[in-house]
């Protein structure tokens, strides 16, 4: 199948503007303490988004403090199928391709994925309602979504990771609208470079992250110097499936809210948070239990108190930027 490519149009080029901006601060200051300490109140945070959800860009556009601050208090579940396809404008795709194109791709015959995909399924929420019966209707989904998007992006293909993430959409959207997510997330979100060869993405957020630490929390960062922990041994998870894998699902859909809202930058405050939230224990730890306290510290944390000690933490784009241009540089050196 030909590679394709995407043309571009304004709504793409404002997917550009994912991440928050990088002045954010002041709203992130203005509203926390508003957002963290006082409770929500459901039946009030429920009518506003029914009125937000009649015209989402409208208001988006005309009042984006106020969306955020909502997007970040958690998207109301009946909604979040809706507003995630919303704020990853999937269904504006069908303005460059075939309104077909997803049932074109699953009738495809030739699937060069199609034995890893196989695989997998078994191992993707093998204890959800959903996807735990071989050959029942979540696996059969899975796989015709999976096996679509492989046919569609060859380049990509499949990787593991992506189980997860469409078995995720699939919870809260059909088919057709899953593989439309997929697409966006892998190239709108620049998803696509987490599960190509040589996984070019995901070394670069190893880099920043490992820079993060160093700036937020130098005593640990010379204490997993010392033991020999690196980013590689336990955030692989955290980027390649925005925090899906090995996090309670309430955690889950809280990040997925804001990661399509607002960027990538969610999950390096989210590594951060954990670890600044075990940073006592850890110091005190070696190599495998290091290791052991992280595999088991997403779970460990009540999802908003996560979500909030994450928001808390300083985090620009301009810094991530900056880190970024230095992993450059030392590629170019590289030789």
């Known amino acids: ?32 303490h508003k957002s963290g300490a006082k409770q929500l109140d459901p039946i009030k945070h429920l009518e506003q988004w029914r009125v937000i ?12 403090d106020k969306c ?5 208090q958690g998207i109301p ?4 199928g809706s507003v995630w396809q919303k704020l990853a404008l999937s ?12 049932e074109n791709m699953r009738r495809t015959e030739a ?16 204890k959800h309602v959903l996807y735990r019966d071989k ?110 894998y090995n996090f309670p699902f309430s955690t889950v859909v809280r990040v997925w809210d804001i990661f399509l809202a607002e960027g990538v930058k969610i999950i390096f405050r989210i590594a951060l948070a954990l670890l600044k939230l075990n940073q006592e224990a850890l110091l005190g730890e070696s190599f495998e239990q290091i290791l052991q306290t992280l595999k088991q510290a997403p779970s460990r944390v009540e999802s908003d108190a996560l979500v909030q000690a994450a928001l808390g933490i300083k985090l620009k784009n301009r810094t991530l930027k900056e880190i970024e241009n230095e992993w450059l540089a030392q590629l170019n050196m590289e030789p």
């Open 68 to 72: 955020k601050v909502l997007i970040r």
């Open 135 to 244: 050959q029942g209707l979540g696996q059969r989904q899975l796989l015709n979504v999976l096996r679509a998007y492989s046919v569609f992006n060859a380049e990509v293909g499949y990787c593991q990771g992506m189980g997860f993430i469409c078995g995720v959409l699939l919870m809260y959207m059909g088919e057709d609208d899953a593989f439309l997510m997929l697409i966006s997330l892998l190239e709108n979100y620049r998803m696509a470079g987490l599960f190509m060869d040589n996984l070019p993405l995901l070394n670069k957020y190893f880099f920043q992250l490992q820079r993060l630490i160093e700036m937020h929390m130098p005593l640990l960062y010379n204490h997993f110097a010392q033991q020999g922990v690196e980013p590689t041994m336990y955030a692989s998870q955290w980027f390649m499936t925005v925090c899906i």
């Open 111 to 126: 699937a060069p994925c199609e034995v890893d995909i196989m695989k997998d399924m078994n191992r993707t929420f093998p």
């Open 1 to 32: 199948m030909a590679q394709h490519t995407f043309e571009r149009t304004r709504d793409v080029d404002n997917l550009c503007l994912l991440t928050a901006p990088d002045d954010d601060e002041d709203v992130d200051k203005k509203h926390q």
């Open 77 to 80: 579940e009946f909604l979040r």
């Open 53 to 64: 959800c009649i015209d989402f860009h409208r208001f988006r556009a005309k009042c984006p």
């Open 91 to 102: 269904r504006e795709l069908l303005q460059r391709h075939p309104k077909d194109l997803y």
